[in-house]
């Protein structure tokens, strides 16, 4: 079945709910950044009312409503189980976009820590942090600041309808997009998943507001300029600890190739970094790459870039299963 085209898009039943009508539990903005060169309002919400709190951090060019599907899994579904913080990082949705001062993860990492804080959740070892592409290089950084912990490291223009068609294939598997529509629709489903990303994708870029080319180009700048080295990837699993970490990654990820995956596990788990035995475009033979270590590993076959979408059940029963594990770890540590 051929794509959707643009116009198609516009004039489908289910254009104008693909952002889910999700109601938080508080939002708002938050001056961050006042003593580095702000103040820069950062817009959050939090949805649900439980003790596991939950902090997802999204990636270049995503907005907090990207999270929906997860958003409404623990904290809608579950919400007396899970609160769930989303935030749009500086330069895109409802945050500031200032041109200055220059982007970087380390400081996005430090505006969320500024709204963690004002929202109160300032408890020992209290906090999820779940980020994916840029998302888990900010909570890399978010792994140097005391009281953050417990993360989940995943790894995003022609004519509009050719723009829309390049991002979804590179961030999909050509499989997932071709198939049903199965997500919670307010009118009537697309016809493809491919189909509904492309409709989410075009009323995001119809909303210049939100999302603006400066913006967007300095968070990629602070995503390019992302680097850990294994001595420092080793002292976030030190500070952290490696049984309260997990790294997840797709062997087809055509955004962050499944190498840079398995180096980022290689330096949380030994400290080691690049033994240059790495296929760089393919997929890592090496032995350690499917072993098993302190540092939980999700390494999957076949899967591309953007994995809580394609695999939604599998994702949020990893996030249960990581969450529950730090609060028993909490217990046995006495926190």
Request: aromatic share 10%; no cysteine; glycine share 10%.
């Amino acid at each position: 079945m051929a794509p959707l085209t643009v116009e198609q898009l516009l004039k489908h039943p289910e254009y104008d709910h693909t952002i889910w009508n999700l109601k938080p539990e508080k939002h708002g903005k938050v001056a961050v950044a006042k003593d580095r060169g702000g103040p820069i309002n950062v817009a959050y919400e939090v949805h649900g009312h439980g003790d596991r709190h939950i902090v997802w951090v999204m990636g270049l060019g995503g907005m907090k409503y990207a999270w929906q599907r997860q958003t409404k899994d623990f904290a809608h579904t579950k919400g007396d189980q899970y609160s769930s913080l989303v935030i749009d990082n500086r330069g895109i949705g409802d945050s500031d976009k200032p041109r200055y001062p220059r982007y970087t993860t380390s400081e996005m990492a430090k505006d969320i820590v500024e709204v963690v804080n004002h929202i109160g959740w300032t408890g020992k070892r209290e906090l999820h942090v779940i980020g994916i592409s840029m998302g888990g290089m900010i909570a890399q950084e978010i792994g140097f600041i005391e009281n953050l912990w417990n993360r989940a490291n995943l790894f995003i223009p022609k004519s509009l309808g050719a723009q829309i068609e390049g991002v979804k294939n590179n961030l999909y598997t050509q499989s997932w997009l071709d198939s049903p529509d199965t997500l919670e629709y307010v009118k009537q489903a697309f016809p493809t998943n491919g189909d509904r990303f492309a409709a989410n994708e075009l009323w995001k870029r119809q909303h210049p507001e939100y999302f603006e080319k400066p913006g967007f180009m300095l968070q990629a700048i602070a995503a390019g300029w992302h680097h850990k080295s294994p001595e420092q990837l080793q002292q976030i699993a030190e500070t952290v600890g490696k049984r309260r970490i997990m790294v997840v990654h797709g062997t087809a990820d055509k955004m962050l190739t499944f190498p840079l995956g398995v180096v980022l596990w290689r330096g949380l788990e030994r400290g080691e970094g690049v033994t240059g035995k790495e296929n760089w475009l393919g997929v890592e033979e090496e032995e350690d790459v499917w072993a098993e270590g302190e540092v939980e590993k999700h390494f999957v076959k076949g899967q591309g870039h953007v994995l809580p979408a394609e695999m939604r059940k599998e994702f949020q029963r990893w996030i249960e299963e990581l969450v529950e594990r730090g609060v028993r770890l909490n217990g046995e540590e006495g926190v």
